[in-house]
Every structure is written in C-alpha cells, then in structure tokens.
C-alpha cells in the first residue's frame, strides 16, 4: 500500500517562504483559498510535496485573478461584433474617459453658475449640431432610448406601426415587446409586404400617441412590396396631428455611401424629412460607446428628458466623456474617417488587408503546424450590427485548411485549431466556412502583435 503522507497544517504551510512570498503579492485571503483548495488536492493524492503545493496555490490564484473580460482580436471580419464589443474607441474617447474616471468632474454641475447642471449638456449641442435637431437626449442604448421614447409619449396609449417594420434585432430586441413593456398598444397597420399611406391614415383615432417607424436594418423584404419613406409618413402624421418617431438603429451622422459603404439613413437627413424624434446607437457606424441617442423637437425631448424612467436608463460619466470625445472628431468630415476607428476599418482598402494577411502568413503557417495549410484569399467582411450583410466589403483573410482526406477529421480539426486560437495569451476570433478557417485581416491595422503570438507560440 503507498503509504500517503499526511498534508501539512494549514498554518504550518502558511510559513513556508513560498508561502510567504504569494501573501506578500496577493495578500493573505486569496492564499488560504486557494491553500485548502490545493490541500484536497494532496488528500486525494494527487500532489505529495512541498513544491508542487506551492506551485499549485500559485496557479489557483493567478486563475482567480485572471480578469474575466479581456481584449481579444476581431478577425471575424464583422467590424461592429456585438459579441466582441462592437466599436472601438478613438485615443480622444480613451482620454477623455481617463480624465473623469479618477476623480470628480463636472457631470451634473454648471461651472458658469455654480447650480446643478445636466448630464447631457456634454453632448447635446455636439448632437444638434451635426443632425440638426432641437435637441437631444442620450441614454445606455438603442433598445433603452426605443423604450423610453414610447414610454414618454405613448404610455396606455396606440403605437401605428406597419407590419413590415415589426422588426426582432439581435440579442432579443423585439419591438412587439418593447412597446408592451414601454407600456403602450400596437396598432399594426398593412401587411408584412405591403403598407400604404391609407393604412395609416385609417389606423389613427383618438387614442393614438405616435406614429413609429423601424428601420429594417437586417433584412429585406423584396419583390412586390410598398412602404413609406419618413417624408409620406411625415406628411401624415402632421396632417393627424401625432407625431412620428423613427427608430434608425445605426443610422449615420455622414453619409456612407460616400465612403463607397451601403447606404444608411442619415440622421440629419432623416429629421429635415420633417421626423419628429429619432433613436440611434451610439455604437454602430457612429463609432462611439455604447448609448442610444435621442434627437428631435424640443417640447417632445424634454417630456422625454423629464420622464421616471430616464433617470433609469441614463449614462454614466465615462460613457459621456467618450461620446462628448467622439462627437468632437465629427466637427472635421475631412479627418473623421482616419481618426474615428470604425470608419478607418469599414473604408480599408482590399489591397492594404491583402498586404497584412500576407505579412502575417509566414508566422500563422509555423504556428499553425504541418498538419495545415495556409494561404490568403479573397473573402466579404461585414459591417455587423444590425447592417445588412451584403457583400459590399471586399477584404482579405488568412485560410487554413486540414491536410486531412477524411471529412470529418478535417471538421474536428479546425475546431480544435479555433479553440488554440482563442487559447493564446491574446485570443483571437476567427469564422470557419466552407471546411477551413478565415481569419479576416480587415480590423488588423497592426499585424505586428499577431505575428510576435504566433512566432512565440510556434
Ligand atoms: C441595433 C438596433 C437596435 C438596438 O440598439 P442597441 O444599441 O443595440 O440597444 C434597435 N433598433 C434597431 C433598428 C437596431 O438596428
């Protein structure tokens, strides 16, 4: 019989120098932890000597430490990945995050009269100015200021809404639902291919609080269809007398296409149509943080600014500086596309993508091993977020692919690369199609980091 030997007390091994060493570094709670933990290890026989007690404490508490959310690089080739962060942030936007984050600020305090202030006067005038609404309103995101909106203006009242625009977004966003929990009626007008002007004309009565347009972002409906652009649906709801809400989900303060990017609303665009209230993201093509903006006519902003529930759906400081930062870099459209991230990504040229995915081969190839093959090839990136996926971005990705003839070994294999990819020390996202792996170089700008994992790894 191996004759075990017995663990150590727990305060006899809490002495030990090695010991000692990890409660100076990490302090001595997170030591005792761990320390029980590893001591059933050495019950169950499983660790026998001082060392590799030691050892094992150090790597319970590194696993504890280890910080849950990390960055990872994006090479799935959808630039705003809701799963992966959508927009990245301009230095301006970091910086202006790290001023206030430390230490007080003037959130809600108006240094010209010494009186309390309003937290959206960081951003307000910056939103006007570049849609030109009268004003604006920003909360935590899109499906919040969706919310807000038709709870402020439309509580136990009906919502007009065609029935080609009952639109589901990602993540559960269903405006059927929002509207139920905003505490408002449905009233669906048309069909889900057609909808006509009569429609909404016929669909309004006494009980009517708005009407509301979606923008049907993530799909299509093709073929023998009539909707209503803001400007009709504008001139109806004047001639009602309700007012009409668009709900744009991206929307863009620039206009895309002339960044040779499938069209989006425009949101300054879309309210000179005579649009009463939009809602936008303030993390999709805008290239900010996370927030949903508000901007229209004044009276209904402020009923919505005023309403319970903004207090609850309001942003923080750091979301406030980072938006106030990025809105700035929008006051010059000749360097915008360089300096906002998202749109530096969206408008990269096949060719540069090309030059990194190429750079980056030798590196992937070594690492990857003899059991792949690597190239570069042409493939479609995606703008994501709710933006049709259309294949209007010509890019470049790394393919890997299984030297192996049978099918399904080839399968098992690229998952089991995928997941050694997501095992390095900075995980990286990559797609599988078509029996290999696509690692899109679109948001690489610098392939550098990337190539020194791979070579370290090889
Ligand atoms: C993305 C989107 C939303 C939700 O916006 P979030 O900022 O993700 O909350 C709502 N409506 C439309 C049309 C969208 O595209």
Not at 204 to 230: C, I, M, P
């Amino acid at each position: 019989m191996n004759m075990q030997q017995r663990p150590p007390a727990v305060d006899k091994a809490l002495a030990w120098p090695g010991m000692q060493t990890l409660i100076a570094s990490h302090g001595r709670a997170l030591v005792l932890d761990s320390l029980r933990a590893a001591l059933e290890l050495w019950r169950s026989g499983e660790i026998s000597d001082q060392p590799t007690l030691v050892a094992t404490v150090q790597q319970r508490i590194e696993r504890t430490l280890a910080p849950s959310m990390r960055p990872v690089l994006n090479l799935t080739g959808t630039v705003l990945h809701t799963n992966l962060g959508r927009a990245p942030l301009p230095p301006e936007a970091l910086a202006a995050m790290t001023a206030v984050a430390a230490g007080a600020s003037n959130l809600e305090y108006d240094l010209a009269s010494g009186q309390r202030g309003d937290r959206d006067a960081h951003v307000e005038d910056w939103i006007c100015r570049l849609t030109g609404a009268e004003a604006a309103t920003v909360v935590n995101n899109n499906a919040a200021a969706v919310l807000l909106v038709l709870n402020a203006l439309a509580s136990r009242r009906e919502v007009v809404v065609s029935r080609g625009e009952l639109i589901e977004i990602g993540g559960s966003f269903r405006l059927p639902d929002i509207m139920a929990r905003a505490g408002c009626k449905l009233r669906e007008v048309g069909t889900t291919n057609r909808t006509h002007a009569r429609d909404y004309a016929e669909a309004v009565t006494a009980r009517t609080a708005l009407l509301l347009k979606a923008h049907t972002s993530n799909y299509q409906v093709q073929g023998f269809t009539t909707s209503l652009d803001e400007a009709q649906l504008a001139g109806i709801a004047r001639a009602q007398g309700v007012p009409l809400v668009v709900d744009l989900g991206s929307g863009s303060l620039i206009d895309m296409q002339a960044l040779g990017l499938p069209a989006e609303p425009v949101v300054g665009r879309i309210l000179a149509q005579g649009v009463d209230v939009v809602t936008f993201s303030g993390d999709k093509l805008l290239g900010g943080p996370q927030a949903g903006i508000i901007a229209g006519r004044a009276e209904l902003i402020s009923k919505i600014r005023n309403s319970p529930l903004k207090r609850a759906l309001r942003c923080d400081k750091l979301t406030l500086a980072a938006l106030e930062a990025v809105l700035r870099l929008y006051a010059d459209p000749d360097t915008l596309v360089q300096r906002v991230p998202t749109l530096r990504l969206l408008t990269r040229e096949p060719a540069a993508i090309r030059q990194t995915a190429e750079a980056l081969l030798p590196s992937l190839r070594g690492w990857a091993g003899a059991g792949f093959e690597a190239d570069v090839c042409d493939v479609y990136s995606q703008i994501g977020s709710g933006s049709l996926p259309l294949e209007t971005l010509p890019s470049a990705a790394l393919r890997l692919s299984s030297i192996s003839s049978n099918k399904r070994t080839r399968s098992r294999e690229l998952r089991e690369l995928a997941e050694r990819l997501r095992q390095l020390p900075t995980p990286v996202i990559g797609r599988i199609a078509d029996d290999s792996l696509l690692l899109d170089c679109r948001c690489v700008e610098d392939p550098e980091p990337l190539r020194q994992q791979w070579e370290a790894g090889a």
